[in-house]
């Protein structure tokens, strides 16, 4: 069984500050990990994904993150927010059955 | 964006009522999913499918039934609906099962059970 935590529920910040949203997994196989995101009123689009190989993997719209396997984590970030990233973000693993299982959510509120 | 359709968009529905929602695509993928979306619960797995008449219980599927009688549909039927079901449905799709597929996903249906 695989499992997601999002550490944090909601985070302010302002425009042009940096940004981390932070995610643990824990899976007991192999994993293969995504970040979405969802503006508002809208469905789910991929941001990024972690397949195999480098641990640093950069997305859309200047996101990248970072696999670390010895923390069971794949912290998003993004250097410098615009306020058009206000959105909400989900982290979401799958492992070798066909299902995708996702945390509860990260509210981005991007202020001027 | 991948040719996904979700019907009806938006729905309110009375306290023991049938309500089916459909997810239609274009894309000929094999795997179909249907989620429902609460806050502080993220995305939570319902029903899936892996092939015409072929589907399986995900996380939450009390209370919910699917069928899939041709690729490009999927309906999600909420057999007696309760205020519990009140919430936010997204229909996905993949091409594969492999888990390093990449899942595209509907625009939503917001169905409101009072």
């Known amino acids: 069984a695989q499992s997601v935590t999002q550490l944090d529920s909601q985070v302010p910040v302002f425009e042009e500050a940096p940004v981390e949203l932070r995610c643990n997994y824990s899976?007991?196989?192999?994993?293969?990990l995504f970040w979405y995101v969802q503006y508002p009123n809208q469905g789910l689009q991929l941001l990024l994904k972690?397949?195999?190989?480098?641990?640093l993997v950069k997305g859309i719209n200047g996101f990248e993150a970072e696999f670390n396997k010895s923390q069971t984590s794949f912290h998003l970030r993004k250097p410098s927010v615009h306020i058009s990233d206000t959105a909400e973000y989900f982290c979401?693993?799958?492992?070798?059955?066909?299902?995708?299982?996702f945390g509860a959510g990260t509210t981005v509120t991007v202020r001027a | 964006d991948a040719g996904i359709t979700q019907s009806p968009r938006h729905k309110v529905t009375e306290t023991g009522t049938p309500v089916t929602l459909r997810c239609h695509q274009t894309?000929?993928?094999?795997?179909m999913y249907w989620y429902r979306q609460d806050p502080g619960h993220g995305l939570r797995l319902i029903h899936y499918?892996?092939?015409?008449?072929?589907?399986d219980k995900g996380e939450v599927s009390d209370g919910y039934s699917v069928s899939r009688s041709k690729t490009e549909d999927f309906l999600l039927t909420l057999e007696s609906a309760t205020s519990s079901q009140t919430s936010v449905y997204f229909c996905?799709?993949?091409?594969?099962?492999?888990?390093?597929?990449?899942?595209?996903f509907g625009q939503g249906t917001r169905l409101t059970v009072v």
């Open positions: 979401a693993v799958s492992s070798s059955d066909y299902k995708l299982s």
């Open positions: 899976s007991s196989v192999s994993v293969y």
């Open positions: 996905a799709i993949k091409s594969s099962g492999a888990p390093n597929t990449e899942a595209f």
């Open positions: 894309e000929n993928h094999r795997y």
């Open positions: 499918s892996y092939g015409v008449k072929d589907t």
């Open positions: 972690y397949l195999s190989g480098s641990t």
